[in-house]
């Protein structure tokens, strides 16, 4: 049997570097960037179309992130995350085919941006008082949210979890964590709203071999990186992706 996979080189031509990029997210480093996986691959088939080819390429990743960052998680902050994210995607399942993908990147870039904005203008300093347990649970369910729509669930989360000020290495296996349950938590409503057919299946099978390759280059520099570039590159990813989300939103 021949699977019916994308051939069209334009895709792959986008597809690739997308891959690359949520791979080298998924490791903790240039967190953000993968946000821009799905608007790349917007560029070539439709956005369901690039998050259902990406949902087996997340759980490789995944599975990844967790093995190389499995003693390095915040038990007490993933119990308090965890819920908020998978009550997001609940809202996600129920608001799908109401909702434009495009109306929803445009406002995580809004918002992605905001919150760039105003850690530039107000600068953290130590004894900064950390966000509100009700902020993060809103932020969360945002990110539950977003993740499902357009697996932009980056930019949210990192509002709320970049001030608590962790180490890097503990941002990047906490993030990975909810991001597992987060993304596990897809599939059956993915299938259910006929989002996964084997065309996207076997095209995430030709895209497979790209997935640990990011993942392990972002490991390696995530594990040898002081924390101030981290973050600084965290904040680089945000940046980029709340631009590209804002103008898919609201000017493509």
Not at 100 to 117: P, R, Y
Request: aromatic content about 14%; glycine content about 8%; cysteine-free.
């Amino acid at each position: 049997m021949v699977f019916p996979l994308i051939t069209d080189p334009h895709f792959y031509a986008v597809a690739v570097p997308a891959v690359l990029l949520l791979g080298i997210s998924k490791s903790g480093f240039g967190a953000g960037f993968g946000s821009l996986a799905v608007p790349l691959m917007a560029l070539a088939v439709t956005v369901p179309q690039a998050a259902a080819i990406l949902m087996p390429l997340l759980l490789l990743m995944d599975l990844l992130g967790l093995a190389a960052f499995r003693n390095d998680f915040d038990r007490a902050l993933l119990k308090f995350l965890i819920p908020f994210g998978l009550l997001g995607t609940v809202i996600g399942t129920l608001l799908f085919r109401t909702l434009s993908a495009h109306t929803v990147a445009g406002i995580v870039g809004v918002f992605t941006l905001l919150f760039l904005a105003q850690r530039l203008v107000f600068p953290p300093k130590p004894d900064d008082p950390l966000p509100s347990r009700a902020v993060g649970a809103a932020l969360t369910a945002v990110s539950g949210f977003t993740s499902f729509i357009a697996h932009a669930g980056g930019p949210p989360i990192n509002a709320y979890v970049i001030p608590l000020r962790l180490k890097p290495v503990v941002f990047t296996a906490t993030m990975a964590y909810f991001f597992f349950v987060v993304n596990l938590s897809k599939w059956i409503p993915y299938a259910w709203l006929g989002l996964i057919d084997l065309r996207t299946l076997a095209t995430s099978l030709a895209l497979m071999p790209l997935a640990p390759l990011g993942v392990w280059v972002g490991i390696r520099i995530a594990r040898r990186i002081d924390a101030t570039w981290f973050y600084r590159f965290v904040y680089l990813g945000m940046l980029l992706t709340g631009l590209k989300l804002v103008y898919d939103g609201f000017f493509a």
